[in-house]
């Protein structure tokens, strides 16, 4: 913090030098381009722009794109108003006011008329005010997001497409300062990196963790979106090599919320228990697990699966026999899979609980656990407090050494964080364990451990369109899921229709409301 705070007042001494001058022309004092926060209302009020830029000038990513406006916007209240002034205003990154302040006989025009003095002008003016506005909306109140995976099916299934609220457990300030608006962390087309670092821009391109307050807390069993802790891919189809992100870059995940901060969970069987009970999921959860099904004589065909069992999930033989695993089956679809004709059985595909797995969460050999059997393990809570020693150590080392910036190390059997031996360690936020619906086939906190709470991005609300990729033409639309919510009691409704209903009339009121005017 201490070095953003010194690197800001550098830039405002930088603002100072280059437009003392500039302030002296417009009926100002030259000192008040040096003073924090106070220079950038008087520079407003020079340029004719109202004192609420200030806000957008202050906010991250937005000030990215109104900044430039700026310095086109002193260079033009000083009478420098053609292409080529705006293009060196740009290009110089603002430099080019420097060339105004000493350089030439600045006469400041008063009372400027800020209308754009072409439709070519007022076109640049509208989309430029268009992306602020939509960049707000994406930072701070709703973004996007597509379900790209079966993890969540068959609560979420690939191809919704979800808006994910950010003030129901409050908006994070963006931690990347230097980014392009409304893309994540790639941008489009061109494959590149749509963000600037602090490997490529230390001290600037990063600010700490900041969050706004929000209107409720992570509740167990809520769907959540967040960014995917151990992410070091370039984007989540570049597996190449390592590539530091900062948090707010990272891969946006979608799970479901089945251990929150205090909890002690368990897997026994695929199930999660909670605190020593069976977890209850809302009424709208419909899990999912592997089976093996051995077919009497025919094979099973990927159309008739998804079809008549909805049965979308991949599956294929796995020996001679053509004996098929099934990598998602819910509880509907197997009742009716199982009076199929062609079926000889069907077993539930687990592992066995003395099974080892040195995949799963921490990867340690310490621990007897599976994808199936898990646990059981404590979800700190912030301000709580464990017990360390060299068993448990695994399970906690990442949350104490990457997601709070501790130095630890071991020596002799004895655990020490930032150079002092300690037993006891306290966390200093709250954690969370998401899993998929689709138990068998889903990369979760089984795989990678805890989500820290800075990594949460917001609470997915509304499902706007959902896309069936195995379907074709009007049928490739599902149409029942189209403005429904996520969360909530009994079966989602869709309230496609009403809003149909209510733009017909909007654009009947409008139409009657313009030939009464005229």
């Known amino acids: 913090m201490i070095e953003i705070l010194f690197i800001l007042l550098f830039l405002n001494i930088i603002h100072g030098i280059g437009t003392w001058k500039l302030y002296n022309f417009s009926g100002n004092k030259g000192w008040q381009s040096f003073i924090p926060v106070y220079n950038i209302l008087v520079l407003l009020k020079i340029v004719n722009r109202p004192w609420w830029w200030i806000f957008i000038l202050i906010l991250p990513v937005l000030n990215i794109i109104i900044i430039p406006v700026l310095w086109v916007e002193i260079s033009r209240s000083f009478g420098k108003n053609k292409y080529t002034d705006t293009i060196l205003s740009i290009c110089s990154l603002g430099f080019y006011n420097y060339y105004i302040n000493y350089f030439t006989k600045a006469k400041y025009v008063e009372n400027r008329d800020i209308n754009p003095k072409s439709s070519d002008g007022e076109w640049t003016s509208s989309i430029i005010f268009a992306v602020i506005a939509a960049t707000f909306v994406h930072t701070y109140f709703m973004q996007p997001y597509t379900i790209p995976t079966s993890s969540l099916e068959k609560s979420l299934l690939v191809g ?27 941008i489009p087309i061109i494959k590149t990196r749509s963000y600037i670092n602090k490997e490529q821009l230390p001290f600037l391109a990063e600010l700490p963790y900041m969050r706004l307050p ?31 992100k900062p948090i707010d870059k990272k891969t946006n995940y979608v799970k479901r919320a089945v251990g929150i901060a205090g909890d002690t969970l368990e897997v026994i069987n695929g199930y999660v228990y909670i605190n020593g009970q069976k977890n209850q999921l809302p009424e709208r959860a419909k899990l999912q697990f592997s089976y093996l099904v051995q077919p009497k004589k025919n094979k099973f065909n990927q159309k008739v699966m998804i079809n008549n069992y909805d049965i979308t999930d991949r599956f294929g033989p796995i020996n001679s026999d053509y004996t098929y ?47 199936d059997f898990y646990g059981p393990i404590y979800i700190p809570k912030k301000n709580s407090s464990v017990e360390l020693n060299k068993e448990n150590l695994p399970i906690y080392e990442r949350l104490i050494r990457v997601y709070e910036n501790n130095d630890l190390f071991t020596m ?41 709470f800075d990594h949460v991005v917001g609470k997915p609300v ?3 369109l959902s ?40 654009n009947v009121i409008s139409y009657f409301r313009r030939k009464k005017l005229q």
């Not at 929000?214 to 989540?236: A, S, Y």
């Not at 009007?474 to 079966?491: E, L, Q, Y």
């Open 160 to 186: 919704d497409f979800l808006f994910v609220s950010k003030f129901h457990y409050g908006a994070r300030v963006p931690m990347t300062t230097v980014a392009a608006p409304m893309v994540h962390d790639t």
């Open 214 to 244: 929000g209107l409720q807390k992570i509740k167990r069993n809520e769907i959540v979106c967040f960014n995917w802790p151990v992410d070091t891919f370039k984007n989540m189809y570049y597996t190449d090599k390592y590539y530091y």
């Open 325 to 371: 695993k099934f990598m998602g089956i819910s509880n509907s679809s197997l009742e009716k899979l199982k009076k199929d004709t062609n079926v000889e059985w069907i077993k539930k595909d687990t592992f066995p609980k003395e099974f080892k797995d040195p995949s799963v969460f921490p990867q340690k050999s310490l621990f007897n656990w599976n994808n």
């Open 412 to 452: 002799d059997d004895k655990i020490y964080i930032n150079g002092v031996e300690t037993k006891k360690y306290t966390f200093k936020q709250d954690y969370y364990w998401l899993m998929g619906d689709n138990r068998s086939n889903s990369q979760d906190s089984r795989s990678w451990g805890f989500v820290p």
């Open 462 to 464: 509304f499902k706007w």
């Open 467 to 506: 896309i069936d990729y195995n379907a074709k033409g009007f049928n490739k639309i599902r149409w029942d899921r189209m403005f429904t919510t996520v969360h909530g009691k009994g079966k989602p409704t869709s309230y496609f229709l009403y809003f149909i209903v209510v733009v017909v009339l909007w």
